[in-house]
Nanobody, 131 residues
Framework: QVILVESGGGSVQSGGSLRLSCTFSRLSASRYCMGWFRQAPGKEREGVAVIDNVGFESYADSVKGRFTISRDNAKFTMYLQMNSLKPEDTAMYYC?????????????????????????WGQGTQVTVSS
């Protein structure tokens, strides 16, 4: 398994921006499919954005046009740029990784419903958006 560590969470007002980072521990993870997920109190964990090893991206409908996922394999880091934040974006955000997972498989499941496809998880970073 790969070790994942998230950072960059915090509190922001509605309409603001944050950038989350996820560092991964193994060079081989540069070939993994990786994603960002979130979980609000009392709700199930849901997928937000996924990126494959060559940089193709896919997003949940709820964040399209506002969030951007990217990765820099040379820095062992994945990012989530979050703009136009809303109070409903408030959640614990997790990064996840899975080897040999194709983006098409995630898309077939639906990004929002893809958590069961990923085997390695970070500890999470809290994002709070106030109105």
């Amino acid at each position: 398994q790969v070790i994942l560590v998230e950072s960059g969470g915090g509190s922001v007002q509605s309409g603001g921006s944050l950038r989350l980072s996820c560092t991964f521990s193994r060079l081989s993870a540069s070939r993994y499919c990786m994603g960002w997920f979130r979980q609000a109190p009392g709700k199930e964990r849901e997928g937000v954005a996924v990126i494959d090893n060559v940089g193709f991206e896919s997003y949940a409908d709820s964040v399209k046009g506002r969030f951007t996922i990217s990765r820099d394999n040379a820095k062992f880091t994945m990012y989530l740029q979050m703009n136009s934040l809303k109070p409903e974006d408030t959640a614990m955000y997790y990064c996840a990784a899975q080897p040999q997972l194709r983006l098409t498989a995630v898309q077939a499941r639906g990004v929002a419903s893809s958590k069961d496809l990923f085997g390695s998880w970070g500890q999470g970073t809290q994002v709070t958006v106030s109105s």
